[in-house]
């Protein structure tokens, strides 16, 4: 059944209504047509229940604009959607093109600071014997191809979907391909991402994975909170992780910092965070599964104009790349591998909401009675 405005409704009952669902509900694919995101693809999707966000096809099928009401749950960087020709990679160019969103992928084969490293494994050393990375890699400049989209009635209850793939691939490098899909259901909240990576070519490749998922301004906010089960903060700033996790009001001349979570997982594996701002009622979360994201970091930016807080599971430390060699921590894929990870992203609107939401954290936190 599909609860739209306090409502349940069988499909039936929804379509005797309405001409086409899209009167209140849909996927509609549109193209921007000026500035850097001239010619950029989006896929707008409307949930009906007010909730509503753009999958950015031509930036690896990434989440940008989010919406509850009409009330922004992403931060948008000062950069806006940016087209994947504009792109530069190299080490923080990331940050020229990067235009924030809901969900950005990192990766492929690097997430974190850049550096150079060998490329032994691709057997042209005579040509390439070390390879450069930069930050966060380079699957979030690359544009996916869209395979489809649309509604699928199951009974009662319409799914909105879209599925897309980007490919990372060099010559005696990478040949890595990432297959998306994106899930919504009519009347609910919340989105649903599943990623395959598979190494698709035939040589083993290093494979790093994070989701950058940027909450902003209102979520963010002064007194906003974030709810994350952990046993232990860290970080490798010279700052004190005490107090973090309340939010301040945008501070002159703030420097960035990262925190990293020892993570406790509920009883199915699931983890899960959020960030809420009690005062306005309204708070964005993530759902992602340990087994396959076992760390999370919070990149907390509390300046003025980049004012966010991004919540990021990941397949590694924040240390990065080197740091995960050491450790022995480093994945690779060899030919024909693949690795599968789910997130779920969604609004909490109103007080009930976010106190349902902030006791499934202190459950988990607390651990089993």
């Not at 405005?5 to 209140?24: A, C, F």
């Not at 992780?241 to 002159?252: D, K, N």
């Amino acid at each position: 059944m599909t609860t739209l405005w306090g409502t349940t409704w069988t499909r039936s009952e929804l379509l005797r209504r309405v001409g086409r669902l899209d009167q209140v509900a849909g996927v509609r694919l549109t193209t921007l047509g000026d500035g850097a995101g001239r010619g950029v693809r989006l896929l707008e999707f409307r949930t009906g229940s007010g909730f509503s966000f753009d999958v950015v096809i031509d930036r690896t099928f990434d989440v940008g604009r989010c919406e509850m009401d009409g009330r922004p749950l992403a931060w948008i960087a000062n950069a806006g959607t940016v087209g994947p020709w504009y792109y530069e990679n190299d080490p923080l160019g990331w940050f020229r093109a990067w235009g924030g969103g809901m969900v950005v992928t990192c990766g492929l084969d690097h997430t974190l600071i850049g550096g150079e490293d060998s490329a032994a494994d691709f057997d042209q050393p005579h040509i390439r014997p070390t390879q450069t990375f930069a930050l966060h890699g380079r699957v979030g400049g690359l544009p996916a191809r869209l395979i489809g989209y649309g509604e699928r009635w199951e009974g009662d209850e319409c799914i909105l979907w879209a599925e897309g793939e980007v490919l990372q691939s060099a010559i005696f490098g990478e040949h890595l391909a990432l297959r998306r899909r994106i899930e919504a259901r009519v009347g609910e909240s919340r989105f649903t991402i599943h990623d395959e990576v598979e190494n698709v070519g035939h040589h083993r490749t290093s494979h790093m994975f994070l989701y950058h998922c940027n909450a902003g301004w209102p979520v963010v906010a002064g007194g906003s909170e974030l709810l994350v089960p952990s046993t232990a903060t860290t970080t490798d700033y010279n700052v004190t992780t005490e107090g973090y996790a309340v939010l301040s009001e945008p501070i002159e001349g703030f420097t960035e910092a990262c925190f990293e979570h020892k993570l406790v997982a509920e009883a199915g594996g699931t983890v899960p965070v959020a960030v809420v701002n009690r005062t306005l009622g309204l708070g964005v979360y993530q759902v992602f599964r340990i087994d396959q994201l076992p760390h999370h970091t919070v990149w907390r930016m509390m300046g003025e104009d980049t004012y966010a807080l991004a919540m990021e599971p990941s397949t590694n430390r924040d240390a990065g790349r080197w740091d995960a060699r050491e450790r022995g921590e480093l994945l690779f894929l060899e030919g024909g591998q693949t690795r599968t990870y789910d997130l779920e992203v969604g609004a909490l609107a109103g007080g009930q909401a976010i106190d349902s939401f902030a006791e499934r954290v202190a459950r988990v936190q607390a651990g089993p009675a």
